[in-house]
């Protein structure tokens, strides 16, 4: 039987991504206590140049987020935000209007604000679950890819004691059930992510990335790897999250093998380089 070719291209409002060479995500946080570089981007003209060098130096993608997901962030509300995330949507898009701008919001009051404001993707961590009005909202736009991330808890109880019978099982039945419920909406351009760190041990971490391609196979869709970084890498080596690009441009080899799409990242060069190599070792 002839397996079915995974989705290799996102409508993003009429902006298409090809992924049928892996994209690079360049991760903008406007937030004060992220768990690698909270309060770097703390001016729109640090903002800017960040954004301006993620592109210059191959991000097919800007994800700006204005509340931490790291384990125990307290929570931010709605208008605090939108303070922080709108602006930056809004500059970023000004200077570079040709820019795909993802939105990292659970909140739909927000996603809508900045897809109005040039946002042309959504990356929910919370799978519509905090916001009952998301699926609805991204049903309705015309062209908007949905970043569908599987957590277990939320990000003040995650890493509590995160417990699986089968974790790659366990994330795979999630994501047909919640893909079922999206295409019921007629939602077309879905992107998966396994949600590294987000309710999973460092153990439940390496079994998915070791088994990555089983959900882009099973569902033929996309899949982003979010690994940049996060504690997998740091309790593994023992090092801190500024010590761990070593760490992480070898698991995103690893995860570019396990045929991951989009790999969500800090530092933008050095997962170009990697995605370079992993091309040569392709052909």
């Known amino acids: 039987m002839q397996e079915l070719a995974t989705a290799e291209t996102l409508n993003c409002k009429g902006k298409l991504l090809d992924l049928s060479v892996p994209a690079v995500m360049g991760i903008l946080n406007i937030t004060p206590d992220s768990f690698y570089d909270g309060g770097v981007l703390s001016t729109p003209d640090t903002v800017l140049r960040q954004a301006e060098h993620m592109l210059n130096?191959?991000?097919?993608?800007?994800d700006i987020g204005g509340v931490s997901s790291r384990p125990g962030a307290v929570?931010?509300?709605?208008?605090?935000?939108?303070k922080?995330?709108?602006?930056?949507?809004?500059?970023?898009?000004?200077?570079f209007p040709e820019a795909i701008i993802?939105?990292?919001?659970?909140?739909?009051?927000?996603?809508q604000k900045a897809l109005d404001a040039g946002a042309v993707m959504i990356n929910d961590i919370s799978s519509g679950k905090y916001d009952s009005q998301m699926y609805s909202l991204v049903a309705a736009g015309s062209g908007i890819p949905y970043v569908l991330m599987h957590?277990?808890?939320?990000?003040?109880t995650m890493q509590k004691e995160p417990a699986y019978r089968d974790v790659v099982q366990e994330v795979l039945d999630f994501f047909i059930l919640e893909v079922g419920r999206l295409r019921a909406l007629g939602v077309r351009d879905i992107v998966l992510d396994p949600g590294f760190g987000f309710g999973k041990t460092v153990e439940h971490n390496f079994q998915l990335l070791q088994h990555l391609e089983v959900f882009s196979k099973v569902?033929?869709?996309?899949?982003?790897?979010?690994?940049?970084?996060?504690?997998m890498i740091c309790k593994t080596l023992g090092v801190k999250p500024?010590?761990?690009?070593?760490?992480t441009t070898a698991l995103h080899m690893?995860?570019?093998q396990h045929g991951a799409r989009i790999l969500r990242v800090h530092d933008v060069p050095e997962a170009v380089e990697v995605l370079r190599l992993w091309q040569e070792l392709k052909k």
């Open 57 to 62: 130096t191959g991000a097919a993608i800007l």
């Open 75 to 82: 929570d931010v509300s709605e208008n605090e935000e939108e």
């Open 84 to 95: 922080r995330v709108l602006p930056a949507i809004e500059m970023v898009c000004r200077h």
């Open 102 to 111: 993802s939105v990292d919001t659970w909140r739909a009051g927000i996603a």
């Open 151 to 156: 957590m277990q808890g939320t990000p003040q």
């Open 219 to 231: 569902l033929q869709l996309p899949v982003l790897a979010g690994i940049s970084r996060k504690s």
């Open 242 to 247: 500024k010590d761990a690009l070593n760490g």
């Open 254 to 256: 690893v995860a570019l």
